[in-house]
């Protein structure tokens, strides 16, 4: 990806975290319905990814801060479809966690803030600030009590 397409995607990802933030505020199924379906369009792309062409996460390393360029370039660079294997997992557990009620989906939504927290330090190579605004939207969703599970649930409360 070039620099401009690598701009034009954050931006795009920047807007689309602005409108899952509304949403959790204003409508909270309809943003559980949105981030059940970024998890698992996520845990596809990870998973194809991972296993059709692993170099591709090295990529993230030039965008990384800290450290994080450390753990890409070294023990990460080793073991890449391993470990994004597990990622795409549980991204698919996340995405089908939101489906569901109770404890279930804010098991979820404390999984999908510990991760947007985790791929903040990735950089622009993460969308950043996407993923704080994303972890905020989270936040709202987890305090929010679902009684049901989206099948059962008025739609757009």
Avoid at 63 to 83: E, L, P, R
Avoid at 122 to 132: E, N, R, T, V
Avoid at 133 to 155: G, P
Wanted: aromatic share 16%; charged share 10%.
């Amino acid at each position: 990806m070039s620099g401009t397409e690598a701009i034009i995607a954050s931006i795009a990802s920047n807007i689309i975290a602005l409108f899952l933030l509304l949403l959790a505020w204003k409508k909270k199924n309809a943003a559980r319905i949105c981030f059940a379906l970024l998890f698992v369009w996520a845990s596809v792309i990870n998973w194809r990814t991972a296993h059709n062409s692993p170099g591709e996460y090295l990529n993230y390393s030039s965008y990384a801060v800290g450290f994080y360029k450390t753990i890409i370039n070294d023990y990460f660079s080793k073991h890449i479809t391993g470990y994004v294997s597990i990622i795409a997992v549980a991204q698919l557990i996340m995405g089908l966690g939101f489906l569901a009620r109770g404890i279930i989906v804010k098991a979820s939504c404390l999984a999908g803030i510990v991760f947007f927290i985790c791929i903040a330090p990735l950089g622009l190579g993460a969308a950043f600030p996407f993923s704080i605004t994303a972890a905020v939207a989270l936040i709202l969703l987890y305090r929010y009590n679902f009684e049901y599970d989206i099948f059962k649930n008025k739609w757009f409360v």
